[in-house]
Nanobody, 122 residues
Framework: QVQLVESGGGLVQAGGSLRLSCTAS????????MGWFRQAPGKEREFVAA????????SYADSVKGRFTISRDNAKNTVYLQMTSLKPEDTAVYYC???????????????WGQGTQVTVSS
């Protein structure tokens, strides 16, 4: 049974930082590209960042470029999202997801975590 478990969300002031983690089990982590997505109330789930199986390729949404950094540790079966210079518009539930090849399209991912709330106050 595949499980993706996110952690690290919380309440932070604008300009602050958070680091999200997503730990996977039940799959061979190094065989999967990993993505981070977010969903704000009343909005569709949107792409945030993705990283290839070996970490050699990363992709970011324009809205987070230069502020967020995705990384992974295959020995720990964990993917991270370091978020800096946070803005109120970053407020959302953040999800990690897994698929063979990275993609910016949510429906192409095979496995999803349950999400972690990030709230940025102004």
């Amino acid at each position: 049974q595949v499980q993706l478990v996110e952690s690290g969300g919380g309440l932070v002031q604008a300009g602050g930082s958070l680091r999200l983690s997503c730990t996977a089990s039940g799959l061979t982590f190094s065989n999967y590209g990993m993505g981070w997505f977010r969903q704000a109330p009343g909005k569709e789930r949107e792409f945030v960042a993705a990283i290839s199986r070996n970490g050699g390729s990363v992709s970011y949404a324009d809205s987070v470029k230069g502020r967020f950094t995705i990384s992974r540790d295959n020995a720990k079966n964990t993917v991270y999202l370091q978020m800096t210079s946070l803005k109120p518009e970053d407020t959302a539930v953040y999800y990690c997801a897994a698929r063979g090849e990275i993609s910016t399209i949510p429906r192409r991912y095979d496995y999803w975590g349950q999400g972690t709330q990030v709230t940025v106050s102004s």
